[in-house]
């Protein structure tokens, strides 16, 4: 037998988003489910044939390779459809779920062990503790594991039993149609076990809200919108399971004098008229402080000069960016009679 097009078992464009197909696959898998089309032969293949395409187009490199080869090209790389309902029912138990309501029979259990929830914290700094690099010690508000029962929910001396209803398992099985499914189980939850007498402090969670103060090293190049990862510093884990992580977003305020670009940075500094005409030694402010740097005659407004390697350090440790002095004339707006009398006279000998 042929197969058809997969895009046109979808009915959607070659061009269609993942979120496209998925919507049509739903679609789909309602209208043909066994359940409800008992003993539908046709309805049946159409299921198998919709879960088919769907598996396909909604992965990037086996679309790509159907875009690019069509079915042969699956073929050589092993795939060769579904051979069943288990088979369809352990890849989208993700789907079933969301429109059907139970899982297939190789749903996880939820007494595997589950990492912790990821944590966000924003952080300001100054200019000049992004350039130099700064420690600083952060509140961070969590969860952590109840003290009093370490984390097992129960009362002190208690211990949680069995589940009655899943018998511990974390699952019940229930008919849909001709086919067992499992899903989990309303009393326990997927964990298996029920606490008859709760921590009075966690209320049964295992888990208590906590103020800790995390050290934070943030290297010297930071800038707005970096992000620092502290490992183990989120959520405690599920059933064993790991710690999640702290993720700190930087925010830098902006400077005085100073103007970041990547890793260079600009600054303004005015001289006078006769400065620039006949050269001077000026000082100029850079991240270490004041230095001089000599202008030398007949400099114009607008003149740039770069000082290398007094910007940004490099953040990966290596190298750093220059700083850019940009330089403009200072016009006087009053001028002494003796002052007006020598410009003017200036201005004669430039003529003459």
Known sequence: MVKRCYYEV????????????????????????PDRNPGDREAEEKFKEAAEAYE????????????RYGHEGLNGVGFRGFSGFEDIFSSFGDIFEDVF????????????PRSG?????????????????????????????????????????T????????????????????FTLSSTCPQCHGQGRVIADPCGTCQGTGRVKSLKVVNLRVPAGVDTGS???????????????????????????????FERRDNDIYCRVSISFAQAA??????????????????????????????????IPNIRGYGRGDEI????????????????????????????
């Open 10 to 33: 979808l009915s959607v464009e070659r061009d269609a988003t993942d979120e496209e197909i998925k919507k049509s696959y739903r679609k789909l898998a309602m209208q043909y489910h």
């Open 56 to 67: 396909v187009l909604c992965d990037p490199e086996k679309r790509g390779i159907y875009d």
């Open 101 to 112: 309501g139970f899982r297939g029979a190789r749903s996880r259990s939820r007494t595997a």
């Open 117 to 157: 929830a990821d944590l966000r914290y924003d952080l300001t700094i100054s200019f000049m503790e992004a350039a130099n690099g700064v420690s600083k010690d952060i509140d961070v508000e969590k969860y952590v594991l109840c003290g009093d029962c370490d984390g097992q929910g129960t009362a002190p001396g």
């Open 159 to 178: 211990e949680p039993s069995r589940c009655p209803r899943c018998q511990g398992r974390g699952q019940v099985t229930q008919t849909k149609g001709f």
């Open 227 to 257: 992000r620092l990862r502290l490992r183990n510093e989120g959520e405690p884990g599920e059933n064993g399971g790991p710690n999640g992580d702290l993720y700190v977003f930087i925010y830098v305020e902006p400077h005085e004098l």
């Open 278 to 311: 006949l050269g001077a030694t000026v000082e100029v402010p850079t991240l270490a402080g004041m230095e001089k740097m000599k202008i030398p005659k007949g400099t114009q407004g607008g003149k740039s000069f770069r000082l290398k390697g007094k910007g």
């Open 325 to 352: 002095i940009e330089l403009a004339i200072r016009v006087p707006t009053k001028l002494s009679r003796r002052q007006e009398e020598l410009l003017r006279e200036f201005e004669r000998l430039e003529e003459g």
